[in-house]
């Protein structure tokens, strides 16, 4: 009788859990496999020089919902979601800032629909972040962003270091999450073959890596820089090539043993 009331205050402790959202889409289709619901949380604590959602770093900003009520906008597409495969992706922003709400929130959706749940991040997070929000026990796939594996360049393309980034990535490993290894493709900036090949030496440690995506660096996201007065320091970069991105393709390909998708 114990266990069930805990269980019962846990229930309705976590529907009440709130988080700050930026936006959502129900039928994703390149965000995890099948058709998706995205979630995109508001903040993130890097700076990516080519982000095309610089309106979701601000922290303090967002639409306030519970748990509840997020799942109200998710169940009338649950039917869409189970028969294509699909579930619900956590995206941002990095979602992982808002651990606790998606451990909430997780939970939730596991016990009344038993959705598949993927999580794109950054991969900035401490380990014991994770742990102790329990995040990663609702958590089936990360979409894994690995920019540049060089911790100076990944300063100036971030702001930020990527030394938490890559303990996070060999903790979820460890842990036994299955990993996609996404990488934008910059020319100029995340396609030298030497990077290139200290990002394929650190997906070989990766144990729990399914495959890598690489994803052409786009120009959609510059009009929202312009929006919030920042300076968009990549005009200058147009996107790859097909012939860039079939290099940076075959480099990874001869060095791995999964798949690596354009």
Not at 65 to 80: G, L
Not at 159 to 167: G, V, W
Request: proline letters at 5%; hydrophobic letters at 40%; a negative charge.
């Amino acid at each position: 009788m114990t266990i069930m009331k805990e269980q019962q205050a846990q229930i309705e402790h976590d529907r009440r859990v709130k988080g700050r959202i930026h936006s959502f889409e129900s039928f994703g289709t390149v965000d995890g496999p099948g058709i998706r619901f995205v979630l995109f949380m508001q903040g993130c604590a890097l700076r990516c020089k080519f982000c095309h959602n610089p309106d979701t770093w601000d922290m303090t900003t967002g639409k306030v919902m519970t748990v509840d009520e997020v799942i109200a906008e998710i169940e009338p597409f649950i039917s869409y979601y189970k028969a294509s495969g699909g579930g619900v992706t956590f995206s941002g922003g990095e979602p992982s800032l808002q651990a606790p709400f998606l451990a909430a929130l997780g939970r939730e959706l596991k016990r009344r629909h038993q959705l598949h749940l993927a999580m794109d991040s950054s991969g900035f997070c401490e380990p014991s972040h994770l742990r102790s929000t329990a995040l990663l026990d609702v958590i089936d796939l990360i979409l894994l962003d690995m920019k540049i594996l060089d911790e100076q360049k990944h300063v100036e393309l971030t702001t930020q270091s990527n030394e938490r980034i890559l303990r996070m990535a060999q903790f979820v490993s460890e842990y036994g999450t299955k990993l996609w290894i996404r990488h934008v493709v910059i020319p100029e900036v995340t396609n030298d073959p030497a990077d290139i090949e200290k990002l394929a030496a650190a997906i070989n440690q990766l144990p729990t890596v399914e495959k890598v995506e690489l994803l052409p660096y786009h120009e959609m996201g510059k009009f929202k820089w312009k929006q919030l007065g920042l300076k968009y320091e990549l005009d200058h970069i147009k996107p790859p090539t097909s012939e860039q991105l079939t290099a940076v393709q075959k480099q990874l390909q001869s060095a791995l043993n999964i798949p690596v998708l354009i």
